[in-house]
C-alpha cells in the first residue's frame, strides 16, 4: 500500500517511509502508514487471530500501539525526533476482529521541548478510541533533501 504525501517535504516522507517499512514493531503487529501530512499521521491494521484478547476481541495493546505510532508519526511529519512521555487513553468501544482499524494522529502544539498530541481510532465509522499525547523533542530527524 502507498503512502499519501499530504505535504510534507518529499525527503522527510521518503525517510519517514523507508523507518517505518523496517520498523520490527510495526512489522510484528502489522501497523502500516497510511498518509502523512504536516503534524498529521494516519496509521491502520488489518486485525485477525493474532491481534484477539481472551475476549475474542481486539487486544486494547495493540490499539494503544496504534495510537502511539499516529501521534508518533504526526510529530516525525514535522521533521521532529521525539520520544512518547506520556499519553492519556479513553478505550471507547470494542474493536472487532477481521477489521481494518484507522487511526488519525495530530500535532496540537509543539512547544521548545515538549509536543502535544491526539490521536483517535477507528472501525469503519465508529470510534474506538480517543487518547492524548506528549511527546519529548531530542532534535531534528536527519534526511536527504
Known amino acids: 500500500m502507498k503512502i499519501k504525501n499530504l505535504g510534507i517535504d518529499e525527503g522527510l516522507f521518503n525517510r519517514i517511509s523507508e523507518v517505518a517499512q523496517h520498523m520490527p514493531f510495526y512489522n510484528l503487529l502489522g501497523i502500516r502508514i497510511t498518509a502523512l501530512g504536516p503534524g498529521y499521521a ?38 521532529i525526533l521525539a520520544t512518547t512521555v506520556d499519553f492519556n487513553t479513553a478505550l471507547m ?3 472487532p ?13 509543539a512547544g521548545r521541548n515538549l509536543i502535544f498530541t491526539k490521536a483517535q481510532a477507528f472501525v469503519g465509522d465508529k470510534q474506538v478510541l480517543e487518547t492524548r499525547g506528549t511527546f519529548f523533542r531530542m532534535g531534528k530527524i536527519d534526511f536527504e533533501e
Open 93 to 95: 468501544s470494542a474493536a
Open 42 to 79: 494516519e496509521l491502520m491494521v488489518s486485525t485477525g487471530a493474532d491481534h484477539a484478547n481472551n475476549l475474542d476481541i481486539v487486544h486494547g495493546g495493540l490499539l494503544l500501539s496504534l495510537a502511539d505510532g499516529a501521534m508518533g508519526n504526526a510529530v516525525r511529519s514535522l521533521g
Open 97 to 109: 476482529l477481521g477489521q481494518d482499524i484507522i487511526a488519525q494522529g495530530q500535532v496540537i502544539k
